[in-house]
């Protein structure tokens, strides 16, 4: 009997130890959304973030929760940011609405490693990718001059622009002064034709394009086209093709410091994108990997 009972103990300790390390590998996710009127046709008379939200919540690793511009500190509070892994931005129309101060503060979070970033379809103007962006760009600058740095230099910004990011280092009296150009994520060209894309997949062994195929339609598209106002990425994933012979860098992944930023550029407020099997995988695959990188 007392050996019965030790086993029925041990093994509820281990129980107890599983259901532990379970909790422990929980992503805390937070999908924050403009959430505009015209996502309603599109999302059965919902919110295309809660949507995400609903769909990321099927899975056991994540804990989702869905915000808005309009909830108390636009959902966007230390309650909220505290207790974030990923944090899923969808913004488009009031970009402008969010403080730049508070965007600031979110790309200085990314960088320190609180928690990624992922920037879906018209979030590549949002501020905080805007302000996220200009830390990457700042640091590839740095990295590339490191050999021929004295010590910390004088560092000058200018924009941003719809450019991609340059650098130069200079010295003037004795002071190596490094002026960088910054991108503000701005577009070639827009088309909100709802003509089909071309989704390719650049870079199959990641974990992002997990069961993704080599090729696959989307099937109402708002173009997007170069030049896209974006530092190089670390990984270009996905890049996509349109009806007049347009192309984007629709899936780039940025390590910003000990975090990480990804742009995913599908997610049109009233085209469904997000009930197509493949973009909605691949915003999974980007919430679970970067979410397992920040713990």
């Not at 760009?137 to 340059?166: C, F, K, W, Y």
């Amino acid at each position: 009997m007392r050996i019965m009972k030790r086993l029925v103990a041990t093994a509820c300790a281990t129980l107890i130890v599983g259901m532990s390390s379970a909790w422990a590998e929980t992503i805390q996710v937070v999908v924050w959304d403009e959430r505009q009127e015209e996502q309603r046709q599109a999302y059965d008379d919902g919110y295309l973030g809660d949507y995400i939200a609903e769909q990321l919540a099927q899975h056991d690793d994540f804990e989702v929760q869905s915000v808005g511009i309009d909830d108390e500190d636009m959902g966007l509070g230390d309650d909220v940011l505290d207790n974030c892994d990923v944090l899923l931005w969808w913004g488009h129309v009031r970009h402008g609405d969010v403080p730049q101060e508070k965007a600031r503060e979110i790309a200085e979070r990314i960088q320190a490693g609180d928690f990624a970033f992922l920037a879906i379809h018209s979030s590549h103007f949002a501020r905080p990718f805007v302000e996220a962006i200009g830390l990457i760009a700042q640091e590839q600058a740095l990295a590339d001059v490191a050999d021929e740095l004295d010590n910390t230099p004088r560092i000058e910004l200018d924009g941003p622009h719809h450019v991609e990011p340059s650098w130069e280092l200079t010295e003037e009296d004795g002071e190596q002064v490094l002026r960088i150009t910054l991108p503000n994520g701005g577009l070639g060209g827009v088309r909100a034709d709802a003509e089909p894309s071309r989704m390719d997949t650049v870079m199959p062994e990641h974990p992002i394009a997990e069961g993704i195929p080599e090729s696959f339609e989307i099937s109402e598209s708002e173009m997007y086209d170069e030049l896209f106002g974006i530092p190089e990425p670390d990984a270009l994933i996905f890049d996509e093709h349109f009806s007049q012979g347009e192309y984007f860098r629709s899936g780039v992944l940025w390590n910003l410091g000990e975090g990480q930023v990804f742009y995913f550029r599908p997610g049109h407020e009233t085209y469904p994108k997000f009930k197509d099997e493949y973009p909605m995988r691949i915003i999974e695959n980007a919430t679970r990997y970067m979410g397992q990188n920040i713990r």
